[in-house]
């Protein structure tokens, strides 16, 4: 007679550990295919308006005339900076929305619930941090010399 070394159910610790990494892979397959998807081919414009503005990039001199906001250092970091907040402040979001399902899940599990409301509490944190030092960056760029206020507007 062959011997069966298979449980069923799984023990706890490996299926929680499993079906964590599944709702990880989940969520970042769903964020990778909104942007590969869903994003909107009409955010870039006609060809004219592409056209005008490579017509116009090209027709300044590098480095030459007033520092502006697209051309300045303060500018360019501005903006490099203001992303990757704004990258963070995604993260953030989506540790809230995974603590808040944990929560939803744990089914009265003390533990569970202590876990999911610890990794809520400092989401919300974080997230407050974030949105305090892109407040700071905002207002120091804005006001040196050839930073422009708002690093992401159309002009």
């Not at 909104?34 to 005008?52: M, Q, R, V, Y």
């Not at 939803?104 to 407050?128: C, F, N, P, Y």
Request: glycine letters at 10%; aromatic letters at 10%; a positive charge.
């Amino acid at each position: 007679m062959l011997k069966k070394n298979i449980k069923f159910p799984p023990d706890s610790a490996s299926w929680r550990i499993r079906r964590t990494s599944i709702f990880n892979g989940l969520i970042i397959a769903v964020i990778f295919l909104n942007f590969l998807f869903f994003s909107s081919p009409s955010l870039a414009g006609t060809k004219a308006e592409i056209d005008k503005q490579m017509q116009a990039v090209s027709n300044r001199p590098w480095g030459g005339g007033v520092p502006t906001p697209e051309n300045s250092l303060a500018g360019i970091i501005q903006v490099a900076i203001s992303a990757f907040l704004g990258l963070l402040g995604i993260i953030f979001i989506v540790l809230i929305i995974y603590a808040g399902f944990n929560w939803m899940t744990a089914r009265g599990e003390e533990e569970k619930v202590t876990l999911a409301k610890e990794t809520l509490v400092r989401a919300v944190i974080g997230l407050i941090i974030i949105i305090g030092a892109y407040s700071i960056t905002y207002f120091v760029f804005s006001n040196l010399p050839g930073g422009g206020g708002n690093p992401l507007k159309a002009g």
